[in-house]
């Protein structure tokens, strides 16, 4: 038809029963017209002339015959879609047996497609007969477990060839579910949740002769409980499809499940003696006296709150009466009510609470079990008694310290063991304890603990020094435990206790601890005073003058110090009136412990061979020092420092002391030495040389030139003033060997003797950076009448400043000269490259046209 619209309704016949309801869906496809189509349907028993029934849109369409039933609501239209909408006839009569015409109105300008169909409805009289067995509806009452079944009755005397489907539901209260169903193709469908029973032939759907239908069950459950309805419903093909005609229902029985009574009791409280037996027994009171199966269960909890899921199982009696249990637990059955629970060797870990759960099944079809009851008893308490070991424990020290690093050994007795058995295993725990006023909070610290497998665990106080082998826990007998300080130090003195615990073998081989003793404390204490050392230094013989041998003997005594050895430091400081290192201490030589010689900080390597260190006997000890200068002037000191042995090989200081000092003062009538500093160029300009004179001048004392020798040194601070450190910048020895310093910069710098007395140093090429002031620093050396040489005081010139100036004219002479060439030759070449753009680029024709004279000015132009 195009794009016409098409009313369209069921095809075939339709088969409805007298008193059921009609329903006959009409739509339009394919239709492109308002958003809602109007339908309007006609009746007529004969095909050809059809009455007015009911329309969508005009109230007064329906004839005079159908009006009373529309109104009170027997013929009703619903709209189910825009383009849909169907006919409710609910109470058929025979009467509405005919063809029902459904058409839409046309409002098209062009015809196009179907604008009504019809459909034939054929009515039956009721001829299904539906009833129970027995009239009234019996109420059955069974035991979860029993069989039961019930019979529904069910016929049809239609003329026509028709099938009948039941089926069987249950109610209870407003739910209700559908159990098992025979189709009106002879098929068999169980029900949501009664699958696996069907399938496992514990409910069944049988037909008893030609009208009779029974539902078997096998063993009836809880969930059975309820009201069962039979429903029939009567089936008609028509054209290859199948057609509901009718259904009735039907309740024919009502079935109560009476719950199984069933009771699990124990003994409240059991006390037994540890190693001995549990007995305990769950005994079972039920109604049930047919063929049920028990399952028990034995569990154990620490605590009473403990739940199901948390309880440890001990032993189970299955169904089949197979038990389940340890080596250690057996579960028997006495008699038919009662089950009995033996466990073996019981010790503490057995106490708690113990309980029994017992379920009955019932046997099923195909070998199937199923659970008719189940209950838990109450908890038994157990408790189990202990027979503790007992015994005493002592503490006494072996080996109590006088003096510090002295060791300390105490020992833990076990005595008077009653009660103890192989299963029984002895430990011990060491503890420290601070000594202090009685009210003061005294805690005490763990030194060592032996857990019930012999692992011995360390604390903080003891894990370090056991480790380095200054703590050592051991077992020297089976009733005696040791514990050595090999080493005793101040802060091991306190009181000290053990505790003796017992440990029991568990089933499982751990150990667990029932019992500690405390031993009472024993003090390990001494009377500490402070160790003392005085160190007496003197000079055994009188000191004339340079270049003779300087001796120092050093008597040291001590007090309160365990077996001490001595090292020995000579120090020498330089007078007071020394500038250049006032008051400044210098260790020269040591010797130690060990009596191993070692030089400090003595520079002089001319001289290593002229001092000496020694031991004279345990307590003295002897400095030399051979051909004196008088740069040896100072005050000496011997640094004595005590050492007392510890663990053998290893030493602990244990006190220090600083003797008198023995003044070296050379009282003599020789020269005097000034130095000072010249420059005639204090100030220069960048690249000039700097020259500086150092000039050495004598007072008092004639001296042979040969008989003086100096060492030079000339320093630079760079700075304005004096704030900055001075730096290096070359030496001169007496033996006239120079050495330069390392510069960043480019000038160089040589030093060298224009005379006896003068010293130049001269700066090449010198730059910014040596702006600054300048100073020389001069060591005589004066040969004494043996011949020796005698290293004098260093002494320091003034210093002078040296500026360094820049040259403005040659800085910016080859700036300028560069600037004004480039100026010039960029100008040329602009203007060049100007004519160019004028004379080439830019030439330009201009032809002018005449204009002719008039009196009136051009509108061009204006």
Not at 812 to 830: C, E, N, Q, R
Request: charged share 25%.
């Amino acid at each position: 038809f195009g794009h016409g619209r098409v009313v369209r309704v069921p095809t075939g016949t339709l088969v409805r029963v007298v008193g059921t309801e009609l329903v006959i869906p009409c739509n339009v496809s394919d239709y492109d017209g308002p958003s809602e189509q109007n339908f309007d349907w006609s009746f007529s028993s004969t095909g050809s002339s059809f009455v007015e029934l009911a329309s969508t849109w005009e109230v007064g369409f329906a004839a005079q015959l159908y009006r009373e039933r529309l109104q009170r609501g027997e013929i009703l239209l619903r709209r189910t879609a825009n383009d849909a909408v169907e006919l409710h006839i609910k109470n058929v009569l025979p009467s509405d047996q005919g063809h029902y015409k459904c058409s839409t109105p046309s409002t098209d300008a062009t015809v196009q497609g179907n604008y009504e169909d019809t459909v034939h409805v054929k009515v039956l009289a009721d001829a299904l007969m539906v009833g129970p067995s027995v009239r009234p509806p019996p109420s059955l009452s069974l035991r979860e477990g029993e069989p039961f079944e019930l019979r529904c009755v069910a016929s049809t005397a239609s003329p026509l060839h028709t099938h009948l489907a039941l089926l069987w539901e249950l109610h209870r209260g407003p739910m209700h579910r559908s159990i098992l169903a025979l189709t009106h193709e002879g098929r068999f469908h169980p029900g949501p949740g009664y699958e696996q029973r069907y399938h496992s032939g514990d409910m069944r759907l049988d037909t008893m002769g030609s009208d009779a239908y029974r539902l078997s069950v096998a063993r009836a459950l809880s969930a059975d409980q309820g009201s069962y309805r039979c429903v029939v419903s009567e089936w008609i093909t028509e054209q290859g499809s199948w057609q509901e005609i009718q259904e009735k229902a039907i309740e024919v029985a009502t079935v109560v499940i009476q719950p199984t009574v069933l009771q699990a009791a124990v003994p409240r409280t059991v006390s037994v003696v540890e190693g001995k037996e549990l007995d305990l027994s769950c005994n079972i009171t039920t109604d049930r006296v047919d063929d049920v199966r028990p399952e028990v269960t034995w569990y154990f909890k620490r605590t009473p709150e403990s739940t199901l899921p948390a309880s440890h199982m001990l032993a189970r009696l299955d169904r089949d009466s197979l038990v389940h249990s340890s080596p250690h637990v057996a579960l028997s059955h006495v008699d038919a009510r009662s089950y009995h629970l033996l466990v073996r060797d019981v010790s503490k870990e057995n106490s708690g609470y113990y309980f029994c759960y017992v379920a009955l099944w019932v046997p099923g079809h195909n070998r199937s079990w199923h659970k008719v009851a189940e209950a838990t008893s109450a908890s038994a308490n157990v408790g189990v008694i202990w027979l503790e070991p007992d015994y005493q424990v002592y503490l006494n020290a072996s080996k109590v310290p006088g003096f510090s690093d002295d060791p300390t050994e105490l020992e833990c007795h076990v005595l008077d063991m009653k009660s103890v058995e192989a299963s029984v295993r002895l430990t011990v725990s060491w503890y420290y304890r601070m000594n202090r006023r009685s009210d003061d909070v005294v805690t005490s610290e763990l030194l060592a603990v032996m857990d019930g497998d012999w692992t011995l665990r360390f604390g903080e106080r003891s894990k370090q020094r056991a480790q380095d082998g200054e703590f050592i826990f051991s077992k020297e007998h089976t009733d005696t435990f040791s514990f050595r300080i090999q080493r005793t130090t101040e802060e091991d003195r306190g009181n000290y206790y053990c505790v003796v615990s017992a440990w029991i073998r568990q089933r499982n081989n751990s150990w667990v601890k029932s019992k500690d003793i405390f031993s009472k404390p024993v003090s390990i204490f001494w009377a500490s005073e402070e160790p003392m050392l005085v160190v007496k230094a003197r000079q055994p013989k009188p000191f004339f003058a340079a270049g003779n041998t300087f001796e120092m003997t050093c008597k040291v005594s001590s007090k309160n110090i365990k077996s001490p050895r001595y090292s020995v430091l000579i120090t020498s400081e330089k007078p007071v009136g020394d500038l250049s290192s006032a008051n400044e201490t210098k260790s020269i030589i040591s010797l130690d412990q060990d009596s191993v010689v070692r030089l400090e900080n003595w520079t002089d390597t001319a001289r290593v061979d002229g001092i000496v260190l020694e031991k004279v006997q345990e307590d003295e000890f002897r400095y030399r020092m051979y051909q004196t200068q008088v740069s040896d002037a100072g005050l000496y000191r011997c640094l004595v420092t005590a050492w007392s042995p510890v663990q053998g090989s290893l030493w602990r200081e244990a006190a220090t002391s600083l003797s008198n000092p023995i003044e070296i003062d050379f009282q003599t009538s020789g020269p005097i030495f000034n130095a000072s500093v010249h420059s005639d160029t204090p100030s220069v300009t960048r690249g000039e040389l700097i020259r500086l004179f150092c000039i050495v001048t004598v007072e008092g004392a004639v001296l042979d030139p040969d008989d003086m020798a100096f060492d030079v040194s000339w320093f630079a601070v760079h700075s304005f003033g004096l704030d900055k450190a001075p730096v290096l910048l070359s030496s001169l020895d007496r033996k006239g060997v120079v050495t330069v310093a390392q510069r960043d910069w480019k000038s160089t710098i040589s030093l060298e003797r224009v005379s006896v007395l003068e010293f130049l140093l001269q700066v090449h090429g010198s730059e910014d950076q040596d702006f600054g002031n300048y100073y020389c620093s001069v060591t005589p050396w004066v040969k004494s009448p043996t011949g020796s040489w005698q290293k004098e005081m260093e002494i320091h010139s003034r210093p002078i400043f040296i500026t360094v100036k820049m040259d403005v004219l040659n800085a910016f002479k080859y700036p300028l000269l560069i600037g004004v060439g480039l100026s010039a030759v960029i100008g040329l070449l602009s203007c060049l490259i100007g004519y160019c753009s004028a004379h080439w680029c830019c030439k330009k024709e201009v032809h002018e046209t005449r204009r002719e004279r008039r009196r009136l000015m051009s509108m061009e132009m204006d």
